[in-house]
C-alpha cells in the first residue's frame, strides 16, 4: 500500500490471517469493526490481518504526523478453499461450482439426485450459516409413474330359521291369533300347511333361507408426478351432505367415496424413491343418519398411510386390511317359544357373516417424456361409420383408413379390439 493511492478490497478467509506491507511507515492502524476482523501491528511497515466473522470492515492508517494514510475496505469471506475440498471429498464425482457474493456464497452446477443437494446446501451452512444461495439443479430423471393395484374380496354367509302359526275359523267369530316369528321378506323357502275346518283352521308356515355371496372389487390407477410433488386419483363418486351455517343458512358440502389414492413421490438417490402414500376404500351403507331432516347414507371406509423407501420397478404390498362382523338374533313369542318342542313353531333364530379383506399392491417407476407419435389411443383405430356402412350393411364402426395414424404406428396401435381385451375376470 501507498499514501494517496486507490487501494482494492482485502479479501481475506475466515479463520485465517494475511500480512499486509505498507510502502510508507505508518504510526496508528485500527479497524472499523473489530468482531469482523482483528489487526495486530508486526512493525512499522506491515500488519496482521486475522478474518474473524464474514462481512465488510475498514482499515485505517495514520502518518507519524496524525495524518490519514489510506483507508482500505477488508472483507472477510468464507474459507472457499477448504469448503470445495470438502465437497471433493463427502461428494465426488458432483460437479459443483462455489462462488463468494459478499458475505456468502453461491452454489450452482447440476447434481445427481435431491439428496446429493441437500447434503452439498447442508455442508455449505456449516461455513456461511443462512447466507447460501443455491442455483443447483437436479439431473437425471425426476418423473415416477406409481401404478397400484387394489383388490377387495367380500363374503357375505346370512342363514335364518322361523315358524308361525296361525289359527282362525268361524268359531272365533272372525278373530285370529297368529304367532308368527319369521321376518323372511319373500317367499323363497317357505313352506304353508293348512289343516282344520271352516269353523277352526290352523295355518302353519317354515321358513328357512340361506343367503351367500361373494364380491370382488378391483381398480388399477396410474399416476405421474413430478418428485416432490403430489399426485391424487378418485375413482367412484361425492356425496351431498347438507349444513347449515351459523346464520341458518342451508348448503351442501360433497363428500368423495371410492377409490381414492394421494401420493407424494422423492427421487433420493439415483433410482430410490421415497414415497409418501394414503389410499382409502369407501363405500354406501345400507345405514342411514338424519341431518337437518335430511336422512343421509353412512360411508364405510378403509385407510392405509404409509412412507417407504424403494427402487425403480421394486413393489410393495398393503395386506391384512381384515374385516370380520358377525350378528345374530332370535325372535319369539313369549313363554310358547320356550317350550321343549313345540317352542321351535313360535321361534325364529338367524345369523349374519360379513368378511372382507383390501391388498394394495404398488408399484413405482423412474420415466421420462416421449414423443407424442409414439402414443396411441384406443379410438385411433375406430372410424364412425359412413350412413351406407350402418343403414345397408349394419356396421356401428366403419373400417380404418389406410393411412391412418395408427397404421403407422407400432406396438398398441397395431393391435386391434377383436376378441377379449380388458380386464377379464374369472
Same mark, same amino acid.
Given at each position: 500500500?501507498?499514501?494517496?493511492?486507490?487501494?482494492?478490497?482485502?479479501?481475506?478467509?475466515?479463520?485465517?490471517?494475511?500480512?499486509?506491507?505498507?510502502?510508507?511507515?505508518?504510526?496508528?492502524?485500527?479497524?472499523?469493526?473489530?468482531?469482523?476482523?482483528?489487526?495486530?501491528?508486526?512493525?512499522?511497515?506491515?500488519?496482521?490481518?486475522?478474518?474473524?466473522?464474514?462481512?465488510?470492515?475498514?482499515?485505517?492508517?495514520?502518518?507519524?504526523?496524525?495524518? !490519514? &494514510? %489510506?483507508?482500505?475496505?477488508? @472483507?472477510?469471506?468464507?474459507?472457499?478453499?477448504? +469448503?470445495? /475440498?470438502?465437497? =471433493?471429498? $463427502?461428494?465426488?464425482?458432483?460437479?459443483?461450482?462455489?462462488?463468494?457474493?459478499?458475505?456468502?456464497?453461491?452454489?450452482?452446477?447440476?447434481?445427481?439426485?435431491?439428496?446429493?443437494?441437500?447434503?452439498?446446501?447442508?455442508?455449505?451452512?456449516?461455513?456461511?450459516?443462512?447466507?447460501?444461495?443455491? !442455483? &443447483? %439443479?437436479?439431473?437425471?430423471? @425426476?418423473?415416477?409413474?406409481?401404478?397400484?393395484? +387394489?383388490? /377387495?374380496?367380500? =363374503?357375505? $354367509?346370512?342363514?335364518?330359521?322361523?315358524?308361525?302359526?296361525?289359527?282362525?275359523?268361524?268359531?272365533?267369530?272372525?278373530?285370529?291369533?297368529?304367532?308368527?316369528?319369521?321376518?323372511?321378506?319373500?317367499?323363497?323357502?317357505?313352506?304353508?300347511?293348512?289343516?282344520?275346518?271352516?269353523?277352526?283352521?290352523?295355518?302353519?308356515?317354515?321358513?328357512?333361507?340361506?343367503?351367500?355371496?361373494?364380491?370382488?372389487?378391483?381398480?388399477?390407477?396410474?399416476?405421474?408426478?413430478?418428485?416432490?410433488?403430489?399426485?391424487?386419483?378418485?375413482?367412484?363418486?361425492?356425496?351431498?351432505?347438507?349444513?347449515?351455517?351459523?346464520?341458518?343458512?342451508?348448503?351442501?358440502?360433497?363428500?368423495?367415496?371410492?377409490?381414492?389414492?394421494?401420493?407424494?413421490?422423492?427421487?433420493?438417490?439415483?433410482?430410490?424413491?421415497?414415497?409418501?402414500?394414503?389410499?382409502?376404500?369407501?363405500?354406501?351403507?345400507?345405514?342411514?343418519?338424519?341431518?337437518?331432516?335430511?336422512?343421509?347414507?353412512?360411508?364405510?371406509?378403509?385407510?392405509?398411510?404409509?412412507?417407504?423407501?424403494?427402487?425403480?420397478?421394486?413393489?410393495?404390498?398393503?395386506?391384512?386390511?381384515?374385516?370380520?362382523?358377525?350378528?345374530?338374533?332370535?325372535?319369539?313369542?313369549?313363554?310358547?317359544?320356550?317350550?321343549?318342542?313345540?317352542?321351535?313353531?313360535?321361534?325364529?333364530?338367524?345369523?349374519?357373516?360379513?368378511?372382507?379383506?383390501?391388498?394394495?399392491?404398488?408399484?413405482?417407476?423412474?420415466?421420462?417424456?416421449?414423443?407424442?407419435?409414439?402414443?396411441?389411443?384406443?379410438?385411433?383405430?375406430?372410424?364412425?361409420?359412413?350412413?351406407?356402412?350402418?343403414?345397408?350393411?349394419?356396421?356401428?364402426?366403419?373400417?380404418?383408413?389406410?393411412?391412418?395414424?395408427?397404421?403407422?404406428?407400432?406396438?398398441?396401435?397395431?393391435?386391434?379390439?377383436?376378441?377379449?381385451?380388458?380386464?377379464?375376470?374369472?
Amino acid at each position: 500500500m501507498a499514501e494517496g493511492r486507490a487501494q482494492s478490497a482485502l479479501r481475506v478467509s475466515l479463520n485465517r490471517a494475511i500480512v499486509v506491507e505498507s510502502d510508507l511507515p505508518f504510526a496508528e492502524a485500527s479497524v472499523a469493526n473489530p468482531l469482523i476482523a482483528d489487526i495486530a501491528t508486526l512493525s512499522e511497515r506491515s500488519v496482521y490481518v486475522l478474518g474473524k466473522a464474514p462481512g465488510r470492515t475498514t482499515l485505517t492508517l495514520l502518518s507519524p504526523e496524525g495524518r !490519514l &494514510m %489510506t483507508n482500505v475496505e477488508v @472483507q472477510v469471506t468464507p474459507d472457499v478453499t477448504e +469448503f470445495k /475440498e470438502r465437497l =471433493r471429498q $463427502l461428494l465426488p464425482g458432483e460437479p459443483i461450482e462455489v462462488r463468494t457474493a459478499n458475505d456468502g456464497l453461491v452454489l450452482s452446477g447440476t447434481v445427481s439426485s435431491v439428496q446429493k443437494l441437500d447434503q452439498a446446501l447442508e455442508i455449505a451452512n456449516r461455513y456461511a450459516p443462512e447466507a447460501v444461495l443455491n !442455483l &443447483m %439443479t437436479v439431473g437425471g430423471t @425426476q418423473q415416477v409413474q406409481l401404478k397400484v393395484r +387394489f383388490a /377387495e374380496m367380500s =363374503r357375505n $354367509l346370512s342363514k335364518e330359521i322361523g315358524a308361525s302359526l296361525g289359527i282362525g275359523g268361524t268359531d272365533l267369530n272372525g278373530s285370529s291369533y297368529s304367532g308368527s316369528t319369521g321376518n323372511v321378506a319373500n317367499n323363497v323357502g317357505s313352506l304353508q300347511l293348512n289343516f282344520g275346518t271352516a269353523s277352526l283352521n290352523f295355518n302353519v308356515l317354515l321358513q328357512a333361507l340361506e343367503d351367500k355371496g361373494v364380491v370382488r372389487t378391483l381398480s388399477e390407477p396410474n399416476l405421474t408426478a413430478l418428485s416432490g410433488q403430489s399426485a391424487s386419483f378418485l375413482a367412484g363418486g361425492e356425496l351431498p351432505v347438507p349444513q347449515v351455517d351459523a346464520e341458518g343458512n342451508v348448503g351442501v358440502t360433497f363428500k368423495p367415496f371410492g377409490v381414492s389414492l394421494n401420493f407424494t413421490p422423492t427421487v433420493v438417490d439415483d433410482d430410490i424413491i421415497n414415497l409418501v402414500m394414503q389410499s382409502e376404500v369407501s363405500s354406501v351403507t345400507e345405514s342411514t343418519t338424519v341431518i337437518n331432516g335430511a336422512s343421509i347414507p353412512t360411508l364405510s371406509n378403509r385407510r392405509a398411510q404409509t412412507t417407504v423407501e424403494l427402487r425403480d420397478g421394486q413393489s410393495f404390498a398393503i395386506a391384512g386390511l381384515l374385516q370380520d362382523d358377525f350378528t345374530d338374533g332370535v325372535a319369539q313369542v313369549p313363554f310358547l317359544g320356550q317350550l321343549p318342542v313345540l317352542g321351535a313353531l313360535f321361534r325364529s333364530a338367524r345369523f349374519n357373516r360379513r368378511q372382507s379383506e383390501l391388498v394394495i399392491i404398488v408399484t413405482a417407476h423412474l420415466v421420462t417424456p416421449t414423443r407424442g407419435e409414439a402414443l396411441a389411443l384406443p379410438t385411433d383405430r375406430i372410424r364412425p361409420p359412413t350412413e351406407n356402412e350402418l343403414f345397408l350393411y349394419g356396421r356401428v364402426s366403419g373400417g380404418a383408413a389406410a393411412n391412418s395414424r395408427a397404421s403407422t404406428r407400432g406396438g398398441a396401435a397395431s393391435q386391434d379390439f377383436s376378441g377379449n381385451y380388458g380386464y377379464v375376470l374369472e
